[in-house]
């Protein structure tokens, strides 16, 4: 499920580069129709960038939010719960460990 938001992350970003081959040819038409000066063509796709690289940003911040979401939803583990659980049953080896020589001698 992660990798079908990854790939729909993926298309959205493949939209914003066409994107910014379509604001280069605007701008290249309104300069060569007297509509836009170069200096204000070039401010144009630097306006139209910079909101397009935000507007990506923000999608791929909803984007994980939303799968964090659902895989809390799922009740997946998720990469820290294995973490912690490895960190306690670690701990847990260490405890037996220290507990089996004195039970070792206790028996004999």
């Known amino acids: 499920m992660k990798e079908l938001f990854k790939n729909?992350?993926?298309f959205g970003a493949g939209a914003a580069f066409l994107t910014k081959e379509k604001v280069e040819e605007l701008k290249s038409e309104l300069v060569d129709?007297?509509?836009l000066s170069h200096d204000e063509g070039k401010q144009f796709v630097d306006d139209l960038l910079a909101k397009s690289e935000t507007a990506r940003d923000q999608?791929?911040?909803?984007?994980?939010?939303?799968?964090?979401?659902q895989i809390r939803k799922l009740n997946v583990a998720t990469r820290d719960d294995m973490?912690?659980?490895?960190r306690?049953?670690?701990?847990l080896q260490v405890a037996i460990n220290k507990d089996e020589p004195t039970k070792k001698s206790s028996n004999q």
């Open 8 to 10: 729909i992350l993926y």
């Open 88 to 91: 306690l049953v670690e701990e």
């Open 33 to 35: 129709k007297g509509k």
């Open 59 to 69: 999608l791929e911040l909803k984007v994980s939010k939303i799968v964090d979401e």
């Open 83 to 86: 973490a912690e659980l490895r």
